[in-house]
């Protein structure tokens, strides 16, 4: 398999993010989200949002909105990093916004339940690598290391390994790890671990990234697993909207959530031809072997029932990061995701 220059990687996340900041500017222009019959959609970037690309690729809401008798007008923007999105979603310029579980639980703990959840975007691992012959534990890091991460402290990834260090160090030691993280994207951390050399010797990385990383350079090699902290198959990203939203466009949500469902299952059922809308709707540079090797993975589930949510719910709200106490993962989801086998 042919793999994808990490220059290529930086090169196109850079463009990405340019087209980004251009993407939430037209939105804010466009005013406020709208009433019935109309959805504002924000996205990142990445194939943890391919169910997303298949909705948009097949006008999947504009098609379940004539079968009940509205016309939808859909709007997409593509923005990365979750502070923008929800600030934009607090003020009623986005409707429905996307990011990882903890960021999602954040607001909703935030907003005192005014924001929940309304999908998962599939369950995908994070693997935590490192190019250093010395780590293969987390205990093993020292104030030599560095790891990268997008959000260092807040993100998804930080987080997560907040979890994992309350267990090893105690609790009052959850951000142990946070004291040697670093905020870096992505493709720069990945190139970081592949060339070498550099402070960031560690990364604790999404899909295709940690694929690349591995495959690049022998020295790299996974230390944890979200999975191994999670204890098994968990969500990475959700969807997330304000009650007002949820409640006030009743046709347009159900038609929302029918085209996330129909996608989830359509991408499981053609595989191939979903890596094919991957690499369309994101213009990828990556190789259609490569995407279709991720979505074949069997580690990776395109599915919108969300799985071990309730980890970060109850662990976050034990670390004082979340003051809102959930019972039930059900708690910080709308009604209409209540009936798959989530958690």
Do not use: C
Not at 180 to 206: K, W
Not at 264 to 290: C, G, H, M, V, Y
């Amino acid at each position: 398999m042919k793999a994808l220059s990490l220059s290529t990687f930086v090169k196109f996340n850079r463009h990405k993010a340019l087209g980004a900041a251009f993407g939430i500017v037209a939105t804010l222009l466009a005013g406020q989200a709208a009433a019935e019959g109309k959805i504002t959609i924000a996205q990142q970037f990445g194939i943890s949002y391919l169910i997303l690309d298949v909705v948009r690729d097949q006008k999947l809401i504009e098609k379940h909105g004539k079968q009940a008798g509205v016309d939808i007008e859909v709007e997409w923007a593509s923005i990365s990093g979750a502070t923008a999105m929800n600030e934009a979603l607090l003020a009623n310029n986005l409707d429905i916004v996307s990011a990882g579980v903890p960021p999602a639980l954040t607001m909703w703990d935030r907003s005192k339940g005014d924001v929940k959840l309304v999908a998962a975007l599939g369950s995908l691992p994070n693997y935590l690598l490192t190019t250093s012959p010395d780590v293969h534990t987390l205990k093993d890091f020292s104030d030599k290391d560095r790891i990268a991460v997008p959000a260092a402290g807040v993100g998804f990834q930080s987080r997560t390994l907040q979890i994992e260090a309350a267990k090893l160090f105690g609790p009052d030691n959850f951000q142990k790890l946070d004291q040697i993280s670093v905020s870096l994207p992505h493709p720069d951390a990945t190139a970081a671990l592949i060339s070498g050399g550099t402070e960031v010797n560690s990364h604790f990385s999404s899909a295709p990234f940690y694929y690349q990383a591995l495959q690049a350079n022998k020295a790299v090699h996974k230390v944890i697993s979200s999975y191994d902290i999670l204890g098994g198959p968990a969500t990475f990203n959700v969807l997330y909207t304000t009650a007002a939203f949820h409640d006030e466009n009743p046709k347009t949500y159900a038609a929302f959530y029918s085209a996330l469902r129909e996608a989830a299952d359509w991408i499981n059922a053609n595989k191939e031809k979903a890596a094919e809308t991957f690499i369309r709707q994101q213009n990828s540079k990556l190789s259609p072997q490569l995407v279709l090797e991720i979505i074949n993975d069997p580690e990776n589930d395109f599915t919108i029932v969300p799985q071990n949510t309730f980890v970060y719910a109850t662990e976050l709200h034990k670390l004082g990061v979340l003051k809102s106490e959930a019972q039930s993962w059900k708690d910080y989801f709308f009604p209409e995701a209540h009936g798959g086998n989530g958690g």
